[in-house]
């Protein structure tokens, strides 16, 4: 993962709402209709809010019927976690 790519992903979860969905799918897969449930915005937000954190690697999507099933990318997450680490307490 380069700077450019860090850089995406840190403002990908700087939005709550983003972090919040982030929280919500940690758990294992979800549809968009289960990660609804926590929110008070609309399906086109969400799918708004999916698309960004797709873009930065953190979610991957598959369809089903009618709708999206969302779940993490945990190796994004761990190299991600992994370089921050290694810029904030020098353990690289």
């Not at 995406?8 to 982030?22: C, G, Q, S």
């Not at 019927?65 to 976690?81: A, H, K, M, P, R």
């Amino acid at each position: 993962m380069d700077y450019l790519q860090v850089s995406k992903v840190m403002k990908a979860i700087a939005e709550p709402n983003r972090l919040k969905i982030l929280d919500v799918i940690s758990s294992g897969e979800k549809c968009a209709c289960e990660i609804l449930n926590h929110f008070d915005f609309t399906q086109p937000t969400l799918s708004h809010h999916m698309k960004v954190l797709m873009e930065a690697g953190l979610v991957s999507a598959r369809k089903a019927g009618n709708w999206q099933y969302y779940s993490l990318v945990s190796e994004n997450i761990e190299e991600f976690t992994g370089l921050l680490n290694q810029i904030f307490l020098n353990n690289g």
